[in-house]
């Protein structure tokens, strides 16, 4: 097991050189986006390759996954599709895919736990109008550090803490606004609740719901005022400069 763990690990280090996704951060493929040959998503010591003999595959400290598409194709490429669906591509022809569900926009995550999931479809993002402003009682939810340009389910950012992505961050400032700023422009969208609370924070429920809480958590100032089934909901703040909120959880490389 200790030796098989070690090629496993050196595995992820040799195809850490690979490619990453172009279109996005590292960790993440969008609908539309294409992983090519040899290329890759990658977290940590955590690498999903699109391998050159047309094989998917995940390569973690413990577990793993594979597509077992080894030799079926040439140049295969790897798309996540507008139903949610990851597709393995070689000439045209579909060699493999996870499952759909509904048309929308999705996102391919490698979370900090080493696994894949696919979220969605997208449920808010910074370019819609639909919030709520006012103020609600809410029960606290525990602090946990964000993974720079991802907030999951059950997370929150501070002030003093941001999300980042390229130009843009994400953050919480110390009047209370939640604001989207891109380098060398500034605010470029701004949940407009400034000395609305004291102590404020984001968080991102699991219902996918991201609220600006106040006043020691005691109540809501803002939210996306989107909410969905219970389940698990991933924020990206994506290099377009738009914060989106997919989910729920379609499907993970640990199921």
């Not at 490429?77 to 070689?90: C, D, F, P, R, V």
């Not at 080493?114 to 639909?130: Q, R």
Request: glycine share 10%; proline share 3%; aromatic share 8%.
């Amino acid at each position: 097991m200790q030796a098989l763990a070690f090629l496993v690990i050196a595995s992820a280090v040799l195809y850490h050189l690979a490619a990453l996704s172009s279109a996005n951060e590292g960790n993440v493929l969008l609908t539309g986006d294409v992983l090519p040959t040899d290329g890759q998503l990658s977290y940590g010591r955590n690498a999903f390759v699109m391998q050159g003999d047309c094989n998917l595959v995940l390569y973690k400290f413990r577990g793993g996954f594979q597509s077992d598409t080894h030799g079926k194709g040439a140049n295969c490429t790897l798309s996540l599709s507008n139903h949610g669906a990851l597709i393995i591509t070689s000439a045209g022809a579909t060699v493999w895919s996870s499952p759909g569900s509904k048309k929308g926009k999705y996102a391919a995550v490698l979370r900090p736990d080493g696994e894949v999931a696919v979220y969605g479809p997208a449920l808010w993002t910074t370019s819609d109008s639909n919030v709520n402003t006012s103020s609600e009682e809410v029960a606290p939810l525990e602090a946990l550090a964000p993974v720079r340009n991802l907030l999951f389910s059950g997370q929150s950012i501070s002030v003093g803490v941001e999300l980042a992505s390229r130009d843009y961050t994400f953050r919480v400032e110390a009047d209370c606004n939640l604001v989207l700023n891109k380098a060398g422009t500034g605010t470029v969208w701004q949940s407009a609740t400034p000395g609305r609370g004291a102590h404020c924070f984001a968080r991102l429920d699991h219902r996918g719901q991201l609220a600006v809480v106040g006043d020691h958590y005691l109540k809501v100032v803002w939210s996306s005022n989107s909410t969905a089934g219970e389940g698990d909901y991933v924020l990206i703040l994506q290099i377009n400069g738009q914060a989106v909120v997919y989910g729920p959880v379609l499907w993970s490389t640990s199921t």
